[in-house]
């Protein structure tokens, strides 16, 4: 942008005497202030700038002493559609250099620019820019870098007055003196005051200083109380510079690393791991009462890294025995005593300064067995896995109450075999002591000048070696090497209650900052997910939109599964300083945000960063260290070679999955590049795949064995060279005349025995028409698929997972809105197929039939379905400004309360070879009621669905994976938030028909708890009902009119503070 920008000057390269050194800098910032306000002589036509530049100045002509073109005072160009202001430009012809000085800003279309000050040397394509912060959104750099094109929206007005268009002639006789104002003439009748009158105001941003004290303008300290003076517009935003807000400083939630407990009260449940957080058990008679250390090992603002460990003393009564390892199955056990050591690791999140949950993994060490554990599992050792999740509460700085769930088990067999262990409650007192002093996260980056805590305009970052030498020369020493008298700077005082520093914090930001962003929207999301577990095949958008209507908490995964997917366009950056190259910038520190608002809730962090410009939209990106900062608390680790780009999603080469149904467990897979094919717009894309379980343990149990029949059941046997090995292809594009291609080949094993049974495949080819009013069919764009499948799994409610051995056949289908009736939305969509099918059957043909047999089956099936989605709003509540920070503090859109009634209404009909039908008339449907706008700390979002539904049935099909067995059902979705942006939500499916012989089984089930902010995203999540189970992340992409302000937290200036090391 940079570049396209000073390019514009390229025809002031004209031959002009010798004067300056070359590459001095411009007078504005180095030079002495006689060279400042020396008189400039009217500039020739050659000496001029050429006139599609648009300059304008309160004065421009040539210095005959520095040899150089002069504008100085409210300096703007305009350039191609971009607009560009400055306090003072400088343009050297002998050397072709551009020198552009004092409250630097530049748009054009969505992309912005400032710095107090910018260098450009034409002929060499490079500079250096200082205390940069702008916007830039890869959605538009296309059109807006592009000075032969219209930039994507135009610069914003200069004035508050409306602007005279050809269409529009004045309203007044005379134009206002004032349609340009400058600040010295807004600051005219309310001058600024000086920094003892302690009356600074937040955001101002002029040509004066601050001040005229001794201190050079430099703010006086404020305590907490005093930002709450909210700030004054003197000027439009468009002429001010964006000034980084003074805000206080984070409190230290936590400032004591050590901690001990007493374990009071702890009782034994019979229940196993997963019912024991429910209190799904009978409590036994074994009581547990010991005590606790804990260290903080690192501190990382919410969240803590700790060791953790016990010594408990158990003692039990007499209570019922198990089934293994006792003298007769279930006999009595007697009283028992025995000691327990525990050691681990734990993760401590403080989800409110008064709140924590803390999460355990270590070991534990019985001083002898324990009889319950003998009797009750089948294997059993004194040395087992230990697992801990407790919820702290303070109720004074250093005092607090603890609840612990204590787990001890074999973590699936890993210990000797033992599957199982025992499970207690423990509840006691803990006090917390030491002290240790919070590190610094973000790096320091001046504030630009003008700015509220500013360095004086003598006091600047370290210059290059020859720039301070140039400096040298036509200045003091003193003014070359930034020297000002040194002033103390007094620190705040702590209020001592973190609570009250931390609500405090949050007045002081409402009123001082002016986000000078608005129309804020988000976008989309880039995802970085880890999922474990079975993979779940990808179902279509029909039938996501059109089945059974049901909560949006059971459609939380589907489809095959990316490390990193999405992107984020639009980013706000920050930097000390950047040297412009001719293939991009670099530097040694910079900051991007994807939170439109300040303070920011996520940031890069970059150290010793270069950027090259790839083309094509493409940015890359290399730094000796990135990461991710939350919450300007929490740093995390990032890759350090990133690569923004426009269009394409970014994803990872690399590939660490679990998959239990078809790969024995976790594999390891590459991404190879994708290839083109000739003479075709489709692409191949191919993963080769690592068996990693399987290597390690040496079988395989998720094939039949070698020469079984089709259908028989899985049996283990040992891994082969072959097995080790697999892959995934994939082609995707136009092929074949089709305008969509999707074809799929999933190889999870290499051994020709087991190839048959290790093999999947599915794709279709689509094209869509427009067909005239044919009389049944009205006109409209109507869709053609070819599709096929080989061994595809087909899931189907309470049968759960089936297998479609062979599928081919072929479709048409259509989709459309309905007229709305009322305030009642309708959307409509119809398929008719026919195809072959071979798939697994059941022993009898009658619809209450329930043993899936082992033949396979072989019949055409012609089908149609129809569906018809409507929505009727009941009550819609008003949403909170999005513009306002605080509304969207935990969600990335305003939550708009309300109550919808969604239905959905369809029928099928399936038409088999052997003269056998299954038809279906299906209405579904339910509530959803939203409550709560998610602001408060506590039960202030709740949306909650409710959905049922029956089914008329006819006739019976003779496939298990298109049976239907639910006439029946009952969805539940609920999202609840806990505390602050903790939330969890819930979906459950249940078969309600008593009629049917799978009544009660639970047909989906779905968990997730989620730390949910406006700019990113932490989720945990499990499906016990498919066995899968994940870690997500998202970081939200937002567009949003204005400039915004600089995020990297800034701290006022002061020549006697020493800069910290940020580690």
């Keep these: 942008m940079l570049a396209s920008l000073v390019g514009g000057f390229a025809p002031l390269a004209l031959a002009q005497a010798p004067g300056t050194p070359s590459g001095a800098p411009p007078a504005a910032v180095g030079g002495t202030k006689a060279a400042i306000d020396r008189p400039l002589q009217p500039a020739t036509a050659e000496q001029r700038p ?13 210095d005959g002493l520095l040899d150089r073109f002069v504008a100085r005072g409210d300096v703007q160009i305009d350039l191609a559609g971009g607009r560009l202001l400055a306090d003072r430009l400088e343009y050297e012809t002998k ?52 000075l032969e094109a219209a930039p994507s929206v135009a610069p914003p007005p200069l004035s508050y007055w409306p602007r005279s268009t050809p269409f529009q002639a004045s309203r007044f006789l005379v134009e206002p003196a004032n349609l340009r104002p400058r600040a010295s003439g807004a600051l005219s ?29 430099r703010p006086a300290p404020l305590r907490l109380r005093d930002w709450r003076t909210p700030p004054v517009v003197l000027m439009p935003e468009a002429r001010s510079m964006a000034c980084p807000p003074l805000i206080p400083a984070i409190p230290n939630w936590h400032p004591y690393p050590n901690a001990i407990t007493a374990w009071g009260y702890g009782q034994s449940i019979d229940a196993n791991f997963g019912d024991a957080f429910y209190f799904n058990g009978r409590m036994r008679p074994e009581y547990l009462w010991g005590f606790n250390v ?55 999140a403080w989800v409110q300064p008064w709140l924590s949950l803390g999460f355990i993994q270590g070991v534990s060490l019985l001083t002898d067995n324990s009889l319950y554990e003998q009797t009750f599992r089948g294997s059993y050792q004194t040395f087992l896995n230990y697992l801990g999740f407790e919820v702290e509460a303070l109720v004074k700085p250093q005092w607090s109450v603890v609840g612990r769930l204590h787990h001890r088990s074999g973590a699936y067999g890993t210990y000797g075999g033992v599957s199982e262990g025992s499970n207690a409650y423990l509840v006691g007192v803990r006090y917390r002591f030491g002290e240790s002093a919070p590190a610094p996260v973000a790096p320091e980056m001046p504030a630009p000048q003008s700015c509220p805590g500013a360095p004086p305009p003598g006091q600047k970052l370290p210059a290059p070696l020859g720039e301070q030498l140039n400096q040298v020369a036509q200045g003091s020493r003193q003014q070359a090497e930034g020297q000002v008298p040194a002033a103390e700077i007094q620190p705040r005082q702590p209020l001592g209650n973190p609570y009250a520093e931390e609500q405090e914090r949050h007045r002081a930001i409402d009123a001082a900052v002016d986000q000078r962003v608005r129309d804020v929207r988000f976008v989309r999301s880039l995802k970085l997910e880890r999922r474990q577990g079975g993979f779940r095949y990808d179902q279509t958008t029909e039938a996501r939109q059109f089945g059974q209507a049901q909560p949006q908490q059971l459609m939380g995964f589907y489809g095959d599964q990316k490390l990193v997917e999405g992107q984020v366009s639009r980013w706000r950056f920050q930097a000390e300083r950047i040297t412009i190259t001719p293939t991009g910038w670099q530097a040694e520190r910079a900051a991007f945000t994807n939170d439109p608002f300040t303070p920011s809730q996520s940031w890069l962090d970059l150290q010793t960063v270069v950027a090259q410009d790839l083309g094509e939209g493409k940015t890359k990106i290399k730094a000796k260290r990135s990461r991710l900062i939350l919450e300007n608390r929490l740093p995390i680790p990032m890759r350090r070679n990133l690569t923004l780009e426009k269009e394409k999603p970014v994803d990872n080469r690399f590939v660490v999955a679990d998959d239990g149904i078809d ?26 795949q690592f068996m990693v379980a399987r290597a390690l343990n040496g079988s395989v149990s998720t094939y039949p064995l070698p020469g079984s029949p089709v259908g028989a059941p899985n049996a283990t046997q040992p891994a082969q060279i072959g097995d080790l090995f697999g892959a995934m292809a994939k082609v995707e594009g136009k092929i074949f005349g089709f305008a969509t291609s999707d074809f799929a080949v999933s190889l999870s094993t290499l051994n020709p025995s087991n190839f048959a049974n290790g093999t999947r495949s599915w794709g279709d080819f689509s094209r869509s028409f427009q067909l005239p009013n044919l009389g049944i069919l009205p006109a409209s764009t109507y869709t053609t698929r070819l599709y096929g499948a080989y061994r595809y799994r087909s899931f189907n409610g309470s049968l759960g997972y089936q297998d479609v051995y062979s599928a081919v056949g072929a479709s048409l289908e259509n989709t459309g809105k309905l007229k709305p009736l009322g305030a009642i939305s309708n959307n409509y969509f119809w398929r008719a197929s026919f195809g072959n099918y071979q798939g697994t059957t059941f022993a009898s043909n009658s619809p209450t039939g329930t043993t899936i047999s082992q033949t396979i089956g072989d019949s055409t099936r012609a089908s149609f379905y129809g569906a018809i989605n409507s929505s009727v709003p009941i009550w819609t509540g008003k949403p909170r400004n999005g513009d306002d920070p605080k509304s969207t503090q935990n969600t990335p859109t305003p939550i708009i309360p309300g109550l919808s009634i969604n239905t959905v209404t369809s029928t099928a009909l399936d038409y088999y070879g052997n003269g056998s039908n299954q038809n279906l008339i299906s209405f ?22 409710i959905t049922g539904g029956g089914t008329l049935q006819q006739g019976a099909s003779l496939f298990a994976f298109d049976r239907n ?28 028909d008593p009629s049917s012989p799978y009544f ?12 949910q902010r406006r700019g990113y995203e932490f989720a945990i999540y499990y499906s016990p009902y498919e066995q899968v189970g994940g870690i997500r992340v998202k970081l939200n992409d937002f567009n949003f009119n204005g400039t915004g302000v600089p995020f990297v937290p800034t701290k006022p200036f002061s020549p006697t503070r020493n800069r910290q090391s940020l580690f």
């Design 189 to 217: 009748n309310k001058p600024l005051a000086t920094a003892q009158s302690r009356s600074l105001l937040a955001g101002l941003s002029t040509s004066s200083s601050l001040g005229g004290d001794a201190s050079g303008g």
């Design 965 to 992: 067995v639910d006439l029946a059902t009952l969805g539940i979705g609920w999202t609840q938030q806990l505390f602050g942006p903790l939330l969890f939500n819930l979906g459950l499916g249940y078969n309600v």
């Design 294 to 348: 804990n260290r903080r090992l690192i501190d990382a603002g919410p969240l803590a890294l700790e060791f953790d460990s016990n010594a408990l003393l158990h003692t039990t009564g007499w209570q019922q025995g198990g089934p293994y390892n006792n003298t007769s199955p279930n006999a009595p056990l007697p009283p028992q005593t025995f000691g327990e050591f525990t050691g681990g690791l734990g993760l401590r």
């Design 95 to 146: 050397t072709r250099t551009l020198y552009i000085a004092g409250r630097v800003r530049f748009w054009r279309g969505e992309q912005y620019f400032q710095a107090n000050s910018l260098r450009y040397s034409l002929a060499e394509n490079r500079g250096d820019a200082e205390a940069v912060y702008g916007v830039v959104d890869f959605d538009t750099t296309e059109v807006d870098f592009d």
């Design 663 to 688: 790969r024995s467990g976790v594999y390891f897979g590459y991404k190879l590049p994708e290839y083109d094919i000739p003479k075709t717009q489709a692409k191949l894309k191919l993963e080769p």
């Design 924 to 945: 579904t449907g339910g509530p959803t009621l939203t409550l709560g706008s998610f602001t408060k700390n506590v039960f202030d979002y709740t949306q909650l669905t």
């Design 1000 to 1011: 009660g089984y639970t047909t989906n089930a779905y968990g997730e708890l989620r730390w």
């Design 50 to 62: 050429p006139a599609q530049i648009g300059l304008q100045a309160d004065e421009q002509g040539f």
